[in-house]
Structures are given as structure tokens and as C-alpha cells.
């Protein structure tokens, strides 16, 4: 069992930036593939980021590369999202989640979920 408590969302304005965090406990964190997953009001949750357990294998969704990073620290059991270059259209609850069942965009493959963090880009 993991559990995953995401943190560091909040109201920034158009252009700003925010680093999420998603702090895990339980099993052995490294041996998880981690994502960023996201929902915005009225549509379904869409795949963001995700990363391999040593760190070494990441990957953007188009919308944001260039802007957002995903990164892990496992000795702190921890994975974040940096955030730049925000726009309106990045509100959304951000949602981590962790996997075993390899590299993949799928949030079926996703076995545990944070309770989400609200990002709201806002002038």
C-alpha cells in the first residue's frame, strides 16, 4: 500500500510559476512509476508528466513541455512538478499518482492517487 499527499498548489497569475509536490509513504518508493495527472472543471482527468522509478526516463504531455518538469527524489520518497510559464488553461486539480505496472500515460495502470491539489492561474 502507498499513500500520496500532494501539496504546494495555489492562485499564481498568468505567467507565474508553482513547484508541486506529492510526498509518498509505504513500500519502497523507487520501484513506482509516478505521474502528474490533471482535472479542470468539466472535463476528464488528463495525463501531464510522468517518470520512472530511478528518475532517469521522463515524459511531457505536449501542452507543457517547455514549461512544466517532473522530478523524484527517492530518498524523500518525494516527486514534484515544476511549473512555469503558467497559463488560465493549467487550472486544473493536480492529482499524483503511483504505479508498478511499467512506463505508460495510462491512468488505469495508476494503482494509487493523491486527494489533488487545486492550481487556479488567475489575474
Known amino acids: 500500500q502507498v499513500q500520496l499527499v500532494e501539496s504546494g498548489g495555489g492562485l499564481v497569475q498568468p505567467g507565474g510559476s508553482l513547484r508541486l509536490s506529492c510526498a509518498a509513504s509505504g513500500r519502497t518508493f523507487s520501484v513506482y512509476t509516478m505521474a502528474w495527472f490533471r482535472q479542470a472543471p468539466g472535463k476528464e482527468r488528463e495525463f501531464v508528466a510522468v517518470?520512472?522509478?530511478?528518475?532517469?526516463?521522463?515524459y511531457h504531455v505536449d501542452s507543457v513541455k517547455g514549461r512544466f518538469t517532473i522530478s523524484r527524489d527517492n530518498a524523500k520518497k518525494s516527486v514534484y512538478l515544476q511549473m512555469n510559464s503558467l497559463k488560465a488553461e493549467d487550472t486544473a486539480v493536480y492529482y499524483c499518482a503511483a504505479g508498478d505496472m511499467g512506463w505508460t500515460k495510462e491512468e488505469t495502470r495508476y494503482a494509487y492517487w493523491g486527494q489533488g491539489t487545486q492550481v487556479t492561474v488567475s489575474s
Open positions: 517518470i520512472s522509478g530511478s528518475g532517469s526516463l521522463t
